[in-house]
Each structure stands twice: as C-alpha cells, then as structure tokens.
C-alpha cells in the first residue's frame, strides 16, 4: 500500500483526534466512578417503593428497590424499574428513568438553604438556617406589598403540573401578581390549536394504540417525546396491528430522525413548509370526496362557504383548499413530490382510524400555529375527532378543587396590573405567558420594573436565548430566590437558595396530561429520608404565605403540603369510580363488573384508600367514552371549527380597544408578522414561515431535538446517561453538528473537522458530523447539554444550541420559533 505524505499526516491526526476523545471520555469516567464509588450499598433489608419517574414529563410510574443496611440501619434507593400497575409504564421504564437514582445521588446538589456570598453570577454562597431564609423572603414580600407593588413579583416555572402548579397559582392570586411565565412555553400552540378549533385550551391527546394510520409532522415518537414510553409502547401496538392489517406510520420532517429510520416512510420537506403539505393533502381529500361526509356535515362549521347573521358571506375551508392549496404548486413550496401528496392523502383518508400528529417540528416556527391547525384540520376531515385511534379529550382525575382565595385591595390592585410579558395583548393575543419577552422588559422597565423573582424548576438563563447571551439581564431583578435542588445558570444569580428536595424524596401528585384520554393520578413519595437539609417547596411556600398573614395566609390553611395533598385526593376516593392501579387481568374483572352496573371498591376508608395507592403507585379510570361530541366540541358553534371564530372575535376585541391610538384589524396582522387578510386569516392556511439571518450570509437552516438522554432539565449532570452512544455517531458524550455531505463538499468540510456554527446571535464550537439523512440546506443540532453550571458532568461536555436562536416567535401564541434561525458553517 503507497502512503502519500499528506494522506499520512490526515491518517495521524485521525488518530490523534480520537486518542484525544478517548482520553476526554475516559476522564469523565474516572470522575464518574469516584464520584459515585461511596454510593455502593452494603448487605441489607430490601424494599420496593411506588412512585413516578420526573426525568421527563412523561408520567411513568416507577418501583425504587431500596436496601437497609444491617450495620448502619441506613436506608438506600439502589435500582429503579417500570411499575407494572401504572398505565403508562407497564413495568417499562425509558433510559432516563433508571438514570434518575443520580439525580437523587447527585455529588453537586444544594445540601441546604444558602443566601449569596459574592456578586451574582459567581456562585459563592453562604449557609443559612431555614427560618433565616424564611423570614428573609416574607420581608421582602411584606415590603413590596406595603408599597402597592405586588404585582412586581414574578414566578417563573418549567414543567409543573398537579397540585403544586395550583399552589404556585393560588399564592400569586393571594399575593395579588398576575405575573406566572412558564419556560414550558412549547405546548401554547398546541393549547390554541385544541381551543380554536374544538373550545378546549388543552393540549390534543391521541389514540395511539388504535390507530391504523399515523401521519406524523415532526412529533419525537421514539425519541424525546411527549411520553417516550408511553408512546414507545403504541408504536409496538401498531406495528402489531390487527388481525389483517399491520398499522402504518409515515413521518414528515426535514431530517432523518430515529423516528423517521422506524416509520414505514419518511417525507423530507423544507422547514416551516408542514401546513402548507397539510392543506394539499386536504385539497386531494376534498377534492375525491374522501373526507368523512357525515362528521364534517353535522360536526364541523366553516367547511362551506357560509353567512353571519348580518348576511355577510365568508370563505370557507373547502374553496380555501380547492382555490389556493393545488398540490402542483404546493410541492413547488415544500419540495415533496406531487405524486407523493396525492399518495399519502388518498392513503390517509382510505385506512381508518387514522390520525394526524402535529408536534414540535411542525409547531416551532414563526407559522406555528397555522401549521398545527393545518395538521389537525385532516383529522376532521376524516373524521377522527373522539373516536378510537383518533384524537381524544384527556380525562382529569376528580380531585377535590381548593377553595376559592379572598383577595384583599393589595391583591385586587396588583391583579389589576398588566401583566409584565404582554401576554393576553396585541404583542401575543392567544398567549398566557411569553418568557422570551421578559429580557426586553428588563431593558426598558416596560410596563414597570419587576421588584422578586422566585424560580421553580425553571432555568431561563439557559433555556432562553437572549438570557443565554446575557445573563446579566437578570441582575436588574432586585430580589431572585431559586427553588432548584441542582446549581444552574440562572441560580447563580439568585440571591436565596431555598432547594426542594429530589423526586424520590417528597410527596406529590402527578395527573398525566394530553397522552391518552383516560385520568390519570400517579402518586410519588419518598423513597427514603431527605439526604440533606433541603425542604419540600410546597411546605416553603405554605410558611411564605403564614408568614405574610392575612388573606395570604388564609389562602394556605394547611400545616404542610402533604396535608393538602390528602385533601385533593378525598375527592378521588369519593367520586365512586375508576380504580386503583392493578394488573391488565384485574382492570378487565373490574370494567367488566363496571360494564353490569357493579362498583366494588377495595377499601372501606380513605385511609385504606390511600394506602392501596401509595402500594400500588396511584389511581385512574380506564373507562373512556369516545363519540361524546358534546364535550369534544365547546366552540361558539358547538362543533369542530375550520373558521375560528375564537379566533375572530378576539382579535376584533383587541382592534376596537386599539381604535384609539388609530390600529386597525390590518395594523394588529402587520404587528403579528400575519400577511394573509380577509376571512384566511381565521382558515387553517399557510403563513410564509419568517427566519432570522439572510439566506445570503447564513445560507442554512438550523433545526435541534432533544435525543432521548437529555429530555429532562437535569439529565446533563448524569453520567449514565452521557455514556449513552450517540445514536448517529457510536461515540458517547459528543454533542455534534450534522451537515449534508454534498453541503459539506461545497464548504470544505469533512466528516469529525472542528467547525464554527454560527447565526447573527452567536456562534458555537462543534465537530461536524456528515449524514445523508438530512436536507442540503438544513443543520442539526441536539439540545440539553453545554452547561456553563449544573455540576461537573454537565460543565463538562456538549454545546448549548439556544445560544444561537434567533428572537423570532409564533407571536399569536408566543411559542419561541426555535427553528426559525439562519446559520452559516466555516472550518475552525
């Protein structure tokens, strides 16, 4: 074999590259097991706890194994599986949930309260008693409060449900602050979607199991979805099928995902393009007379063109679809072929039941919204609206609600206040909170300066791109205390650390949302003894608001949260229904004696009640009715809407409140970045989708995901996880950029070279990695690590993507357009 001296040197350097990977791999090992090593369990007692899994939003139930040493009587949780009576696990558990005993273990966690030592953004800290902390916060609240400046304070929170997310509510509405900004800002759209078009502000849920069909527009099936076991397991369904069919899955997005490797075929298509497909896929539908007669004639309004009651004609969905979405022009859009649109509508609305999934792909650009009603337009027309395989209204358990709070005047005057994100507004009309909309706020102290911030499980310093590139903006809030039991960027610039214990040491409800139809009430409890001196937030927030006294402390009657939790689930008990989670064998014994008219409860009392879910990990009721059109559909209507009027009537509200300052209904669309007019503006249609960066300078698109190992807020710092190979690459803990080969040709790059990614926001340095899977003018970037804090594994390795996002944003809803960034790539 002839050896040139430049393949020579290209053939060294590879290996000089790798040994350095290696040796970067092998160090965190090392640092793995020492840090780990002293967690090893000795000979004991074993247990077995229930509880649910908060390494995603997932919900699944989990069995902690759990060893008592003999010697030291020492209580240690040293496995975690699938609970085989939960719902949604069935005794599964997804990478993530094993990885959660770290969490629980984790050597850089807050071991107790800490107020700030140095200057914010340093993270030195000094220790603190409880009632110090306690009593520091209740100052401050009682002073903003005495001043008429309640509304001032803000409490921003990541992804919380239950009854915590309620607390968290009800002490602002007490407080009197109308100012909750979530960083979970990603299912508004799919809120707004359910809600313009059947009435209901919730995220859709699917029938996945059911379904013969599944079109789905960018939704993370078998990646980082919304439920990855959960959905997991419905994949397995379909691909089981029934007796003669096998079910299909066809997956729509710009790149070849895991998702898209495991679907019967993959549609690649230009991004921002995925209501547009959605509309030519109806135009064949509408056109053949495919779409399901009888539902969308007596179910749905605005199909036909119709008249208001003052005999004014409007635009309906068909003439939009027949006049403006003609496949030829439509694949000329999106580049997807014709015969391929035409294929799959006919495949779509021939095999029932299928279902039209509109997730992240589809949802994260400045049309966002249009294209998720786009999407869920098809499964009107083919009429699965609450039918089995098709969407579904998810079910909540019955708890018993909370009492209603008495607002004082300082609470009456600070809810009367505008809310400091302009959500609800002409900025975001459909919008309940805009996070991304706080760092201008600060900037100009419009409407007002905030005065606290209080943080619970949120950490827009990295999570929020302007907050990314300047986390300094934060420091104008005089007062921020953090309720994170891990470091992170955004607590180091707290001046109070008060941390929650982890998942596995405190009680709290878990309600599934918009997975798949049936009530879900998952209970998770402590596993053991908290390890450090951390305090459950809910018992935080309960002495906060006794402490404050008054109408505040009126609100919260309870001693701790447990207390009111118990509370909440009387209702559960009472409501003479559903079951306690058992095997499948016994659920079938108890629905079919449900079936006859027969409820026969397992427990006498509540607290035989409470203990048979505590064992067995919670309660649901697996009875779900489909066909109830009457509470699928609370529009104005009373039906499945393809012209929102919702919709109509609010943006008409904001115009007449504007007509004032001399804004218009076309003045209120130009400021919203909506260019269509007339009656299309309340029709599912396609919006040309905005991008920040000129095509000229940054010439690509930049897209991301969340693999399956970095789904959670914390999973960084977990090194079980980062040893997990990149399902692309084989290499463990590499956060990479993929690029087209013919793309990478034309720029000089090769496969591992050191590159430079960049927007007009920032830049990152990555390696890039080749892939034929993915457009010529599309880039793919993975999300979840790249901490600048966060503990020693998540310091690090990878990259922080959101460092390059652009400020665009769907502005009906306020959903960051996470995808709407131009990029540019040069060799390093």
Avoid at 526 to 542: A, M
Wanted: charged share 20%; with cysteine.
């Amino acid at each position: 074999m002839k050896l040139s001296r430049r393949g020579f040197l290209g053939w060294s350097g590879t290996l000089v590259a790798a040994a350095a990977g290696c040796q970067g791999i092998r160090a965190i090992g090392d640092l793995q097991a020492a840090t780990y090593e002293a967690e090893v369990p000795p000979q004991g007692i074993e247990g077995w706890v229930a509880s649910v899994c908060q390494q995603c939003p997932g919900g699944c139930g989990i069995q902690v194994r759990t060893i008592t040493g003999v010697q030291d009587g020492v209580k240690r949780a040293v496995k975690i599986q699938g609970n085989p009576y939960h719902p949604i696990s069935r005794g599964s558990v997804c990478p993530k949930g094993v990885a959660g005993l770290q969490a629980l273990y984790d050597p850089d966690r807050f071991r107790g309260p800490m107020k700030r030592a140095g200057a914010r953004g340093q993270g030195q800290w000094q220790p603190i008693s409880w009632e110090e902390a306690v009593a520091t916060v209740v100052q401050r609240l009682r002073d903003l409060r005495a001043k008429g400046e309640a509304h001032t304070l803000l409490l921003m929170a990541g992804q919380v449900r239950g009854l915590m997310q309620s607390l968290l509510l009800r002490f602002l509405e007490a407080y009197g602050s109308p100012n909750y900004l979530s960083t979970a800002s990603g299912c508004e759209a799919s809120r707004q979607t359910l809600f313009l078009t059947q009435g209901i502000a919730e995220p859709i849920a699917y029938d996945l199991e059911n379904s013969a069909y599944i079109l789905s527009f960018g939704a993370g099936l078998l990646e980082a979805g919304w439920s990855p076991v959960r959905q997991a397991r419905a994949y397995s369904h379909l691909r089981q099928g029934t007796p003669g069919r096998r079910g299909r899955l066809v997956q729509v997005e710009p790149r070849f995902s895991v998702t898209a490797a495991k679907a019967d075929e993959w549609i690649p298509l230009r991004p921002g393009t995925d209501g547009a497909l959605a509309l030519a896929m109806a135009h064949v539908i509408v056109s053949e007379g495919l779409y399901e007669k009888e539902f969308v004639e007596a179910w749905t309004f605005g199909f036909d063109d119709w008249q208001d009651a003052a005999g004014t004609s409007h635009l309906g969905f068909r003439s939009l679809v027949m006049n403006d979405y003609r496949p030829e022009a439509v694949s000329a859009l999106t580049g997807v072929p014709i015969q391929t649109i035409v294929r799959v509508a006919r495949e779509f609305a021939a095999t029932r039941p299928a279902v039209a999934l509109a997730e992240r792909g589809a949802g994260f650009h400045t049309n966002g919204l249009y294209n998720r009603l786009a999407i869920h337009a098809l499964n009107a027309l083919v009429g699965s609206i609450e039918v089995p395989g098709g969407t579904v209204i998810q079910r909540r358990p019955p708890l018993t609600p909370l009492p209603p709070v008495t607002r004082d005047a300082a609470a009456l005057r600070g809810l009367a206040a505008p809310r400091i994100d302009g959500a609800g507004t002409v900025k975001s009309p459909l919008a309940s909170s805009v996070v991304s909309a706080l760092p201008e706020a600060l900037r100009t102290g419009s409407p007002y300066r905030p005065k606290a911030l209080f943080l619970y499980y949120a950490n827009p310093v990295y999570s929020v791109s302007e907050f990314v590139r300047h986390p300094e903006l934060l420091d104008a809030i005089p007062f921020i205390v953090s309720f994170s039991p891990f470091p992170d960027e955004s607590s180091r610039h707290a001046d109070l650390i008060l941390p929650d214990h982890t998942s596995l040491e405190r009680w709290q409800d878990d309600p599934i949302e918009a997975t798949w139809g049936p009530a879900v009430l998952g209970l998770r409890q402590p596993v053991l003894e908290p390890r450090h001196q951390t305090r459950h937030t809910g018992d935080v927030l309960i002495q906060i608001a006794q402490g404050l006294s008054g109408t505040v402390a009126a609100a919260f009657p309870w001693k701790e949260f447990s207390e009111a939790l118990k509370e909440g689930v009387r209702g559960v008990a009472g409501a003479q229904g559903g079951l306690i989670m058992t095997t499948p064998f016994e659920e079938a014994r108890q629905r079919r004696q449900a079936d006859a008219g027969f409820w026969l409860p397992t427990y006498k009392t509540f607290d035989e009640f409470w203990s048979q879910v505590a064992e067995r990990g919670g309660w649901w009721d697996p009875a779900y009715s489909f066909g109830n059109r009457e509470r699928a559909f609370r529009t104005p209507s009373g039906k499945f809407e393809f012209f929102f009027q919702t919709l109509r009537q609010r943006l008409e509200a904001l115009t007449r409140r504007g007509a004032a300052s001399g804004v218009g209904l076309d003045g209120l669309l130009d400021a919203l970045g909506i260019q269509a007019r007339g009656d299309r503006v309340f029709l599912p249609h396609h919006e040309p989708p905005r991008f920040v960066g000129e095509e000229k300078e940054y010439p690509l698109h930049l897209i991301m995901s969340k693999p399956m190992s970095l789904a959670g807020t914390r999973t960084a710092n977990q090194p079980w996880l980062g040893e997990i190979p990149n399902v692309r690459t084989s290499r463990p803990w590499e956060i990479a950029v993929e690029i087209n080969p013919e793309s990478a040709h034309k720029l000089g790059i090769r496969d591992g070279d050191e590159v430079w990614l960049e927007s007009p926001g920032g830049r990152l340095r990555l390696r890039a990695r080749l892939y034929q899977g993915i457009a010529p003018e599309v880039v793919h970037v993975p999300f979840g690590s790249g901490h600048a804090a966060g503990g020693r594994f998540a310091e690090a390795w990878g990259a922080n993507p959101n460092r390059l996002i652009g400020g665009e944003a769907d502005r009906l809803t306020g959903t960051p357009a996470l995808f709407a960034t131009r990029v540019r790539i040069t060799r390093a």
